[in-house]
């Protein structure tokens, strides 16, 4: 058999192609055909489908009936522990934000349409806020899930949007598609988003996205809403930016994937 040719900075081609393959797949929302695989690659049909075909019976590809094809559930795993590590490695930094904040600190991903709590630093405080690590929630419901809104394609968002519905958490969560995308315009502006209520009574989050992420990501603190006031929120709002900001630059820095 002959050597598989190298591709750029000295990789195997083939596994170039192939991972060039599962993110277009991505791109498209998570399923295409193989004609529209290959206007997007640039690729001869004849590879697309010797690759797609290695993929499929690997599990990290799969066919559907209609004979388009759609990530696999192979990938899940491998995405989660991802994140989880991801989480990990940030630790550190959401620590040092409790230590200036005196609030809990989370960090989210954007993982098929929910956000996915990959890490937590509980604040020092007898009544602080607990987020299950591994908890998924609808984006529209929670701050860290707007902030990342925020910096998507409106016309992503509103794909999104008509995928997963607006359900209420709360009496406060966004439901209106409009209004929500008026909100993530201000978030925008802002450099921060809030959850008010709207994922649990009570509670109060300043969420911002984290620049430069492979996957959209976000860092938020959350409390009481009693002692997370809105003169706390604009002391704490630019704390969580800058940590934010350093996670992301040392993401570009080190190359750090999830």
């Not at 697309?48 to 192979?74: E, S």
Request: aromatic share 4%; with cysteine; proline share 5%.
């Amino acid at each position: 058999m002959a050597a598989e040719k190298n591709g750029r900075d000295g990789g195997v081609q083939s596994l170039q192609r192939a991972f060039e393959l599962l993110e277009h797949l991505a791109d498209t929302g998570g399923e295409a055909s193989l004609s529209e695989l290959a206007t997007l690659s640039g690729l001869p049909m004849p590879t697309i489908h010797r690759l797609i075909r290695t993929l499929v019976d690997l599990g990290y590809v799969r066919q559907n009936t209609n004979r388009r094809y759609a990530l696999g559930a192979r990938l899940i795993r491998l995405g989660e522990n991802a994140s989880m590590q991801f989480g990990s490695w940030a630790r550190p930094l959401l620590a040092e934000l409790v230590d200036e904040v005196g609030e809990t600190a989370n960090l989210a991903v954007l993982e098929r349409d929910e956000v996915v709590y990959v890490a937590q630093v509980p604040s020092k405080h007898s009544m602080r806020m607990f987020t299950e690590v591994g908890r998924r929630l609808l984006p529209h419901g929670t701050g860290v899930g707007k902030a990342m809104l925020a910096h998507l394609p409106s016309d992503d968002v509103t794909a999104l949007l008509v995928r997963t519905g607006m359900p209420a958490y709360t009496e406060h969560t966004f439901t209106d598609q409009d209004a929500l995308l008026r909100e993530l315009a201000r978030i925008a502006q802002q450099g921060y988003a809030l959850d008010e209520a709207e994922q649990e009574l009570g509670v109060r989050c300043v969420a911002v996205a984290v620049p430069g992420a492979p996957v959209p990501a976000a860092v938020s603190v959350s409390g009481p809403s009693g002692r997370l006031t809105m003169e706390a929120v604009e002391r704490i709002a630019p704390v969580v930016q800058r940590i934010a900001t350093s996670l992301g630059s040392t993401l570009s820095r080190d190359g750090v994937t999830v």
